[in-house]
């Protein structure tokens, strides 16, 4: 649980030195088509530079709450142009009860059906189509998550729920959004513009859901009325991706996805040292652990996400049997 301060800060200064790398190319490179490598680039960078994000809004970088609120607030905000107060709240309610129905977000029904429970009639024609191939498009999909995850950030700061620093994230958010466009619009001709941002803004929805997929997607639900110890449900419901050092830093430390939900505030760099005992612990409990390679766990998200599909064209589950494919 040791703070890692000299690691964040390395990593935040060398994050914030590859940016400004990646603006002075942007800037010297012009208008031309070559500016498509450099917005892949920057989506890559600007991955990164959210899982720093991820790992300030779970307070692992600071002792102090008000320091990780406000490093989370210039990361989310003013880097990536993301509203760090509608992550958190959506974040928050994942991790309380992950892939639990009618309480994770992130398994909530919209263009992707994680679930039938809640359809409230089958889909049909084009859209049962669709979702009953859902599985094949889930990636493709992606390349429109980039775009959405900055319209939720700024509804949720201009709408009328509770944000806590509001005219901090407006400010920030403003100033991020309306600078990049501003650039990217003034320095290259406007169809090159839109392709640019274009792939800017697919390539890091891409990446952000290449990541966060792997974690809980496929595993088990758990009930609406389930009642579960807390080992066991942080623990049924997520999955590790092995690979090593290259996968460590493709994921943020995020393939450590069982021990992170165990220790939410623990600096990502420690959970591969609490690894080994959290496996220890669960075998002796007789508690599953899932860990699998990262192409596996596509594979598995891909399978699941058609076999979801193919009942939304009848939306009925059985609730015996939706409690056992729960806890088996």
């Not at 309380?96 to 992707?112: L, S």
């Not at 392709?195 to 952000?208: D, H, I």
């Not at 419901?237 to 996968?247: A, D, E, K, P």
Request: charged residues 15%; contains cysteine; proline residues 5%.
């Amino acid at each position: 649980m040791r703070r890692r301060y000299a690691y964040y800060w390395v990593r935040f200064l060398l994050l914030t030195t590859l940016l400004a790398v990646a603006f002075t190319a942007f800037v010297l490179i012009g208008p031309s088509w070559w500016q498509l490598v450099t917005a892949a680039v920057v989506a890559v960078l600007l991955g990164q530079v959210m899982f720093l994000g991820h790992d300030a809004a779970h307070r692992q970088i600071f002792e102090s709450g008000r320091w990780n609120d406000w490093s989370s607030l210039v990361i989310a905000n003013l880097y990536a142009g993301m509203s760090y107060g509608w992550w958190q709240h959506k974040h928050s309610r994942h991790h309380a009860k992950p892939n639990q129905i009618g309480a994770d977000p992130d398994i909530a029904t919209d263009v992707i059906v994680f679930h039938t429970e809640d359809l409230p009639a089958p889909r049909t024609g084009l859209k049962g189509w669709l979702t009953q191939r859902q599985g094949w498009l889930f990636f493709p999909l992606l390349l429109l998550e980039g775009l959405n995850l900055h319209v939720s950030g700024v509804k949720t700061i201009f709408g009328r729920g509770h944000v806590k620093r509001r005219p901090v994230e407006i400010s920030f958010v403003t100033v991020r959004l309306g600078g990049y466009l501003a650039v990217v619009f003034w320095l290259l001709p406007f169809g090159m513009a839109c392709a640019f941002l274009a792939v800017q803004l697919g390539l890091f929805g891409l990446y952000m859901g290449a990541v966060f997929a792997p974690n809980h997607k496929g595993m088990p639900l758990v009930p609406r009325d389930a009642r579960i110890d807390f080992l066991r449900r942080q623990v049924l419901m997520s999955r590790n991706v092995r690979g090593g050092r290259l996968v460590d830093v493709f994921m943020g430390g995020l393939n450590y996805q069982i021990e992170h939900h165990l220790f939410p505030n623990m600096p990502s760099p420690n959970l591969h040292r609490v690894q080994p005992i959290v496996r220890a612990f669960c075998a002796e409990h007789h508690v599953p652990y899932t860990e699998t390679t990262l192409l596996r766990s596509y594979r598995i998200v891909v399978r699941h996400l058609n076999a979801v599909g193919l009942a939304a064209r009848d939306p009925f589950q059985c609730p015996l049997a939706m409690k056992y494919r729960s806890v088996r």
